[in-house]
């Protein structure tokens, strides 16, 4: 049965669940990163600006601690209200948003402070401005910066993971992923639009891609699912939570106290698909 | 398949080669002396990986680096058609086992290694195996302390690969960190086209990157651009000339040049600059 195939049962159910995952990660009430920040970290203190001349509402950065460890913090930030949608720039960053990323790992590396990182976009954003100042030298620095960041770092993916754009804050060495989250190389609608010419074939693309995120877990992608409340968490920001906030402590733990080695890290990212013997 | 008789006809007669751009008519030898380079009108066709390498490298200097490493399609990828069967099609065609060809060689003398992405096969779209074998050239360049020439001609992520292609981007970043302990530079070569994922990672990470004039270079393509935000897209928007202006690019260079121009970078930053006699200790 193949997944273009949406008669079948099979390949239909896989499209309804992998659309599910897709429109549940995209629900108006789903917690953003700063709702979860505020929720799982303690003391969050915001840090503001690229220090190039820009700061990019689209990401967060700042400071806080867990469990009395001291952290560095970067998030995508998408918005609720209009205002604050247009502010945000619904979570899509300019070159501007990756610089101030960057800024935090070097102050993150400077200063030996573990990142976390929460991922929410629906990918970089597609605008000209963005374009005329350099989007995709800004995301392959940001890669470089992350696979340089000298301390342990954990991500987590709470929503959307859209394309490079996430990819910019997602190379750690500790990923989590929300159940009803996921992580795309472009967003259905896009890939739609280039594989079937028809943007409005998202469904089928979500299932072709299969988004689902226990697939990032099995594909080594992922180093663990966390559950939402059910139905998901935009039905108990709280409960939401405060099933997170002890996998973060823990996963932060057991990379700060084994011996840690960013080389290992480059590793990670350098034989992930595990096809190619070295 | 069956080859119709129009088809296995050997061409006596030359089909000549048509500029895409001002669609004048030359004759292929003329067309190649130029290096597909329009006479006229100074258009650079896109050429494959295989003509690339023949452009640049010594003659009979080339030696390829993991000739049969190919991927396979992990995700079961069927969209208006198999992706096993576009793989297939691909390979016969470009007579390629992906999308990229790599290998040592020289230019002008000086040792390097060398890729060379191939638009012809899927858009020269970054697969596992074309991030693998990218990712092996820059570490191979690294071992042996070669100069690393990539000519990038892409139009990003592989859609049917999914995830797995963009986590290449990741990939190819990873190797070019080791190119950067070794002290090992990196020449990086954007061809028409270089997009998305491939331009978001390893190409605009070149510690020199040259530009053929007026490629297409960008994050987000004209048309998705014009889709998403409605805007008016600017005269000129995301050529080589266009990035070049604003500090991204170091030179556009034509074609016909690009082999001269490596040649001066690769004297200076070449193998001697490599093993500390020229730079710093």
Not at chain 1, 107 to 117: D, F, H, N, Y
Not at chain 1, 160 to 170: H, I, K, M, V
Not at chain 2, 26 to 32: D, R, S
């Amino acid at each position: 049965m193949s997944s273009a195939d949406l008669g079948g049962t099979a390949a239909g159910e896989a499209a309804q669940a992998a659309w599910a995952q897709v429109e549940v990660s995209r629900h108006p009430d789903r917690p953003y990163s700063l709702d979860l920040v505020q929720r799982c970290l303690d003391d969050f203190i915001e840090l503001h600006g690229d220090r190039q001349g820009g700061d990019d509402a689209a990401v967060v950065i700042g400071l806080a601690r867990l469990g009395g460890q001291p952290l560095a913090v970067v998030a995508n930030q998408k918005g609720r209200t209009l205002e604050e949608r247009g502010k945000r720039n619904f979570g899509m960053a300019h070159p501007e948003g990756y610089r101030k990323a960057q800024r935090l790992f070097t102050l993150a590396g400077r200063l030996k402070l573990p990142v976390v990182s929460f991922i929410d976009t629906p990918g970089a954003y597609p605008g000209v401005a963005a374009e005329e100042r350099g989007q995709a030298w800004a995301i392959a620095q940001t890669l470089e910066a992350q696979l340089a960041l000298p301390t342990p770092y954990l991500a987590v993916v709470i929503g959307e993971g859209g394309s490079g754009g996430a990819l910019a804050t997602l190379l750690a060495d500790s990923v989590l992923v929300l159940e009803h989250a996921f992580l795309s190389v472009a967003s259905p609608e896009a890939a739609a639009a280039i594989l079937f010419r028809d943007a409005g074939r998202k469904q089928q693309a979500a299932a072709a891609l299969r988004l689902e995120a226990a697939n990032l877990l099995e594909w080594g992608i992922a180093d663990e699912i966390v559950p939402e409340p059910p139905g998901g968490a935009h039905t108990d920001w709280d409960e939401t939570a405060r099933l997170l906030r002890p996998r973060l402590e823990s996963r932060l733990l057991e990379l700060t106290s084994r011996g840690f080695d960013p080389a290992r890290r480059r590793e990670r990212y350098r034989r992930l698909d595990g096809l190619f013997s070295a | 398949m069956a080859i119709s008789p129009a088809y296995a006809r050997p061409r006596t007669v030359d089909s000549g080669f048509t500029c895409g751009a001002c669609q004048r008519d030359f004759p292929m030898a003329q067309a190649a002396g130029s290096l597909y380079v329009c006479p006229a009108c100074g258009h650079h066709s896109r050429i494959s990986a295989h003509e690339r390498v023949r452009q640049l490298a010594d003659k009979g200097s080339f030696q390829e680096w993991d000739p049969d490493l190919a991927g396979r399609d992990r995700l079961g990828f069927v969209d208006t058609k198999a992706y096993v069967d576009r793989l297939a099609e691909a390979r016969q065609r470009q007579q390629l086992p992906d999308a990229i060809l790599t290998g040592a060689a020289s230019i002008c003398g000086h040792p390097v290694g060398l890729a060379s992405f191939d638009f012809g096969f899927l858009g020269g779209s970054l697969s596992t195996a074309v991030g693998e074998r990218l990712a092996r050239a820059i570490e191979g360049s690294a071992a042996e302390l070669r100069p690393f020439v990539c000519v990038t001609s892409s139009g990003g992520a592989r859609m049917q690969e999914g995830v797995f292609s963009l986590m290449q981007m990741a990939k190819s970043v990873a190797a070019l960190h080791e190119l950067a302990e070794a002290h090992v530079p990196f020449i990086s070569i954007l061809a028409d086209p270089t997009m998305g994922g491939s331009i978001a990672s390893f190409a605009a990470l070149g510690d020199v990157i040259l530009a053929e004039p007026k490629a297409m270079i960008g994050f987000t393509g004209a048309r998705v651009i014009t889709q998403a935000t409605y805007e008016q897209l600017p005269a000129g928007f995301q050529t080589s000339e266009f990035h070049h202006a604003r500090g991204l690019i170091d030179q556009v260079v034509d074609r016909r040049q690009l082999r001269e121009v490596l040649g001066r970078l690769l004297a200076v930053l070449g193998p001697s600059a490599v093993e500390g006699a020229g730079r710093l200790a």
